[in-house]
């Protein structure tokens, strides 16, 4: 089993920074897709970014792109969401998710394993 845990959440001032940790064990991750997914109070759990572990390939939601960057650490077997100017709208919840395999990286039904969460708050 891949077991996912997530870290680095907080308080931050909007236009702030922070940057989210996921560690990974259990496999290895190099044919692995890894994805940050947010939800908010209220609101359906939605997509952020994603990353090939083998490749390195990032994609981002719109409303995140030139704001967050995902990464991976090989040797760390970690990946992080490094989030500039933060909004007061991305506050939430977010999640580090894992799928074995390419293909889809947008949906969250794509993913196979889940870390428990850290939560995100951004203030105005």
């Known amino acids: 089993q891949v077991h996912l845990v997530e870290s680095g959440g907080g308080l931050v001032q909007a236009g702030g920074s922070l940057r989210l940790s996921c560690a990974a064990s259990g496999r290895t991750f190099s044919t692995f897709t890894m994805g940050w997914f947010r939800q908010a109070p209220g609101k359906e759990r939605e997509f952020v970014a994603a990353?090939?572990?083998?490749?390195?390939?990032?994609y981002y939601a719109d409303s995140v792109k030139g704001r967050f960057t995902i990464s991976r650490d090989n040797a760390r077997n970690t990946v992080y969401l490094q989030m500039n100017n933060l909004k007061p709208e991305d506050t939430a919840d977010y999640y580090c998710?894992?799928?074995?395999?390419?293909?889809?990286?947008?949906?969250?039904?794509?993913?196979?394993?889940w870390g428990q969460g850290t939560q995100v708050t951004v203030s105005s």
């Open positions: 990353i090939s572990w083998g490749s390195g390939r990032t």
């Open positions: 998710a894992a799928r074995a395999g390419s293909g889809t990286y947008y949906y969250s039904t794509s993913y196979d394993y």
